[in-house]
C-alpha cells in the first residue's frame, strides 16, 4: 500500500503521440465522459470516507510513531441517516475489516488522472471523527488542508464528529459557550474556505456544564456561522438532547433558525457521559457486518494513507 502520495503527484504530460494511443483505447475512444465518469465513481466515489489523524496501528515504520492522516470506507451506508453514523460505535479502521478505496486507475495516464481526481474528492463524503481536547476540530481541517492543497476545495460533502472529553477537568476551553469560541469561530472559517461545500453534517456532543450565555446568545452563537458558509444546501446540526431546553428550542425541532436558501436541520441526541447512544428519533441498531469486497486493493488516495 502507498503509504504516502501527495496530490502534486501525477502521471507525466500528455504528446500528441501518447494522446493518439489514448483514444486507441476503448475507455477514451468509445465511451463518451458521461459514462466514463459513472465508472470512476463505481471504482472510487459515492461512499463516506472516513478520515483519522492517528498512528499506524501496527507497524513502527520509518515515520515511527509520528501520527498520519490515514482512511477507510465506513461501513454504514453514505445514504443513512446522520443521527446513526454518529450514534454508532465503527470499526473501519480495524485490521481485519478496513477497506480502502482502490485508486490504481487513477495513476494509469494523466488524462484518467485528471477526470478521476474531480469525482474522487467531490463524490465521497469524508467523515473526520475529532474526540477528547488535544486537538481542535479547526486543527484537522487546516492539517488535511495542507496535506492535500490543491484537491482540497473540491470537496463538496464533510461530515465532522466532535466529542469534548467529559473526563479532561479543563474541557470548558474547548467548549463553545465557554471559553472555546475561538476555536469554534475557527472552525468555520475553515470550512468558509472551501468554495465548493455543499453538504455539511456535524454533531457537536458535550457534556452538560454550567451555562454563562442566555438562549439567543448560543443560537447566535452555534447557528449564525453556518450563514458564512455560501454555497450550502444541505446541513445538519446535532446536539445534546439535554442542552434544547437552554436553546430555548423544543426536542422537536428541526428547523435551524437560518434565513436563507436550503435545508438547514437540527437533531437533538440522547447523550451518556459525553457520548450519543442514539438520536431522538432513530433507533439503534446493530453494526453491519462488512461483506469482503475482493475487488478492492490496498491503495491510498493522493495525500492520504
Not at 489514448?22 to 475512444?29: A, R, T, V, Y
Not at 469560541?181 to 472559517?189: K, L, M, N, P, Q
Request: proline fraction near 7%; include cysteine; charge should be neutral.
Amino acid at each position: 500500500m502507498a503509504d504516502k502520495i501527495s496530490d502534486t503527484e501525477a502521471p507525466s504530460g500528455i504528446t500528441a503521440s501518447r494522446l493518439l494511443d489514448q483514444l486507441e483505447s476503448p475507455l477514451f475512444g468509445k465511451l463518451p465522459a458521461e459514462l466514463r465518469a459513472v465508472i470512476y465513481t463505481e471504482i472510487f466515489g459515492g461512499q463516506r470516507i472516513h478520515l483519522n489523524f492517528t498512528t499506524h496501528p501496527i507497524r513502527a515504520d520509518r515515520v515511527g510513531l509520528r501520527k498520519r492522516w490515514r482512511h477507510a470506507i465506513c461501513e454504514q451506508p453514505v445514504a443513512g441517516p446522520f443521527s446513526e453514523v454518529t450514534s454508532r460505535q465503527h470499526h473501519c479502521f480495524l485490521a481485519s475489516r478496513r477497506r480502502v478505496l482502490d485508486i490504481n486507475l487513477l495513476f494509469t495516464c494523466q488524462r484518467v488522472f485528471e477526470e478521476g481526481i474531480p469525482i474522487l474528492y467531490q463524490s465521497n463524503t469524508f467523515h473526520i471523527v475529532n474526540i477528547g481536547t488535544e486537538r481542535l476540530p479547526s486543527d484537522d481541517l487546516r492539517s488535511l488542508q495542507v496535506k492535500i492543497p490543491k484537491n482540497w476545495g473540491l470537496i463538496r460533502s464533510l461530515e465532522f464528529k466532535w466529542e469534548v472529553n467529559i473526563f479532561d477537568r479543563n474541557h470548558p476551553r474547548f467548549v463553545p459557550h465557554h471559553w472555546g469560541r475561538d476555536g469554534y469561530e475557527a472552525f468555520w472559517d475553515g470550512l468558509a474556505d472551501m468554495p465548493l461545500l455543499s453538504q455539511l453534517r456535524i454533531s457537536i456532543i458535550m457534556p452538560q456544564i454550567l451555562m454563562l450565555a442566555s438562549p439567543e446568545e448560543l443560537r447566535k452563537l452555534y447557528f449564525e456561522p453556518i450563514t458564512r458558509l455560501k454555497h450550502l444546501r444541505i446541513c445538519e446540526v446535532i446536539l445534546p438532547r439535554s442542552y434544547s431546553s437552554h436553546f430555548g428550542m423544543s426536542p422537536e425541532d428541526q428547523r435551524l433558525p437560518i434565513d436563507g436558501d436550503g435545508d438547514y436541520r437540527i437533531s437533538w441526541a440522547t447523550v451518556d457521559d459525553g457520548r450519543p447512544l442514539a438520536a431522538a428519533a432513530a433507533n439503534p441498531a446493530s453494526i453491519q457486518l462488512l461483506r469482503t469486497a475482493t475487488s478492492h486493493t490496498l491503495s491510498a488516495p493522493p495525500g492520504w494513507s
